[in-house]
């Protein structure tokens, strides 16, 4: 069955250095990865995607993600975080198949402090 | 171009009553998903339509719940006899086209809360 972990319930890096978010995958088939982000109250806004090609994908806001397919991640990066850039951080997978429903995982709070 | 648009915001109702949320989807997406978050955990696939059609209801609790996404006017997702399990934040999201990699855009999202 897919499925996606995030395995930091929280992330803590101070504004300026870099940032990693976790997440890993199990899904048959190729797979399809999307990171997501959400701001308190608010709906999830698409960060970038991973469809084919090359391992590393550009998104929104500075950020990037590596795919690596012997490891099944997909960890999101940024050279140099925000104090803006704290939020919640979901990564997700397409389930394959005739549906496109994405499987989520639990989510990544990430705290930026000045 | 209009993002996704749910309404209401917030809804608030009591055990047994019937709540009705909304979802317009962006101009020119055909393809309609809800998902349903609860406090402290992730988003969770409910439903996924076509205009008129169902496509995968496999997230969808047997009983009391239904969508439908009308010819003509918003997806509705009906919740009957509410109860307080039912409290969840409920998001919709909507894709132009049946395509593996298309992004899912997804509205603010309608917050249930059962009394």
């Known amino acids: 069955a897919q499925s996606v972990a995030q395995p930091e319930d929280q992330v803590n890096v101070a504004e300026g250095n870099p940032l990693t978010v976790k997440c890993t995958y199990s899904v048959s088939g190729n797979p399809y990865l999307f990171w997501y982000v959400q701001y308190p109250n608010r709906g999830l806004q698409f960060l970038l995607k991973?469809?084919?090609?090359?391992?590393l994908v550009k998104g929104s806001y500075g950020f990037e993600a590596e795919f690596n397919k012997s490891q099944t991640s997909f960890h999101l990066k940024k050279p140099s975080a925000l104090v803006s850039d704290s939020a919640l951080y979901f990564c997700a997978v397409r389930a394959g198949g005739a549906t496109n429903k994405l499987i989520f995982g639990t989510g990544t709070l990430l705290a930026v402090q000045p | 171009n209009a993002g996704v648009m749910q309404n209401p915001r917030h809804l608030v109702r009591r055990r047994g009553q019937e709540a009705r949320l909304r979802c317009s989807p962006m101009?020119?997406?055909?393809?309609v998903y809800w998902y349903r978050q609860l406090p402290e955990e992730g988003l969770k696939f409910m439903v996924y339509?076509?205009?008129?059609?169902?496509?995968?209801e496999s997230g969808m609790p047997k009983e009391r719940f239904s969508a439908e996404f009308p010819k003509e006017g918003p997806s509705i997702l009906r919740i009957q006899q509410v109860v307080r399990g039912d409290s969840a934040a409920y998001f919709c999201?909507?894709?132009?086209?049946?395509?593996?990699?298309?992004?899912?855009?997804f509205g603010a999202g309608t917050r249930l809360s059962v009394l």
């Open positions: 991973y469809i084919t090609g090359d391992n």
């Open positions: 101009k020119g997406h055909s393809h």
């Open positions: 339509l076509q205009k008129e059609n169902i496509i995968d």
């Open positions: 999201a909507s894709s132009p086209q049946d395509f593996e990699g298309n992004i899912q855009y």
